[in-house]
Nanobody
Framework: QVVLVESGGGSVQAGESLRLSCTSP?????????MAWFRQAPGKEREGVAC????????FYDASVKGRFTISRDNAKNTMYLQMNSLEPEDTAMYYC??????????????????WGRGTQVTVSS
């Protein structure tokens, strides 16, 4: 079973930054054509935050985070990152890492991903 492991969450003040990491088994790095970050706040649906294709050939962001968040992927370290700057209370959620061997569906559709991590909590206070 493939395991994606997120880390880097925490509690910060509005305006501060966090960097999330998602590590995958080395043998799967080049199997994952697409990797993404999703988030889910209490009582809300899981939503796509950002996505990157292999070798960072394409990146996509939700409008609510564009210009503040940056997704990147270091295949040599089997790790994907989400640099989150200028955090807002509305960014508070559980953040999940997801991966897929293909790009057959919209990047923000959770059903497009076969593999998920267990999540890391991000809490932003005003």
């Amino acid at each position: 079973q493939v395991v994606l492991v997120e880390s880097g969450g925490g509690s910060v003040q509005a305006g501060e930054s966090l960097r999330l990491s998602c590590t995958s088994p080395s043998e799967y790095t080049y199997t994952f054509y697409r990797m993404a970050w999703f988030r889910q706040a209490p009582g809300k649906e899981r939503e796509g935050v950002a996505c990157t294709n292999i070798a960072s050939a394409g990146t996509f962001y939700d409008a609510s985070v564009k210009g503040r968040f940056t997704i990147s992927r270091d295949n040599a370290k089997n790790t994907m990152y989400l640099q989150m700057n200028s955090l807002e209370p509305e960014d508070t959620a559980m953040y999940y890492c997801a991966a897929s061997p293909s790009a057959s569906r919209a990047w923000y559709d959770p059903s497009a991903y076969n593999y998920w991590g267990r999540g890391t909590q991000v809490t932003v206070s005003s």
